[in-house]
């Protein structure tokens, strides 16, 4: 936590720096020549500080992720499996997850399939909600959970503005909300 109140102030400090450097050249009348140095530091600051929070601001996990959601019973997903190791640019497979009721009363589990693939043009988002599935479960119940994985779900709008799917590796990650520890995950290689 420490590390966070580290980087949560530095980012602060930036950006006071940049309010200052803005208003000092309109407000005090600076010369543009001589905030230049205070400039650059500035936007030093601004582009490592991104960096090391790896995109969330303030490097802190968000107050409430998606599928978060007050319940009368817990659910835990497991044994995420694709169909297929490998599928073609215009190939569909099916995401199949076992989801269980692990708390004492019935309830509805709210299934989130998430994906993410590296190395694309445009750059991707880190997890792109992709399918759910409601399932009403009973106190210790699991059920399967099948979704399919189309065409459609892994392309993109590409740099030439349009509609293509890029091959590689995609991480297909499903759980019952978009933190990292209620996913489990699966691979699948698009040729």
């Known amino acids: 936590m ?3 109140r580290t980087l949560t102030a530095l980012s602060l400090i930036s950006i006071a720096l940049m309010a200052f450097h803005l208003t000092g050249d309109f407000v005090l009348g600076l010369d543009k020549g001589a905030a230049s140095p205070l400039a650059a530091i500035i936007l030093i600051v601004c582009i490592v500080g991104t960096l090391v929070f790896g995109g969330t601001q303030w490097g802190l996990p968000p107050l409430y992720s998606l599928g978060y959601g007050l319940s009368h019973t817990t659910f835990r997903m497991d044994g995420v499996r694709v169909a297929r190791d490998t599928i073609g640019r215009n190939d569909s497979v ?4 076992q989801a269980t009721n692990t708390g004492t009363r019935a309830g509805d589990a709210l299934v989130q399939l998430y994906i993410r693939q590296d190395y694309t043009l445009p750059t991707r988002p880190v997890k792109e909600l992709k399918d759910f599935q409601r399932v009403a479960l009973m106190p210790g119940e699991t059920k ?20 293509v799917v890029d091959p590689g590796l995609i991480k297909v990650m499903v759980g019952s909300s978009s933190r990292d520890r209620d996913l489990a995950n699966a691979t699948v290689f698009v040729r």
């Open 144 to 163: 399967t959970v099948t979704m399919p994985l189309t065409p459609a779900k892994p392309g993109h709008v590409g740099v030439n503005k349009r509609f």
């Open 94 to 97: 099916h995401v199949r997850v």
């Open 2 to 4: 420490h590390h966070n």
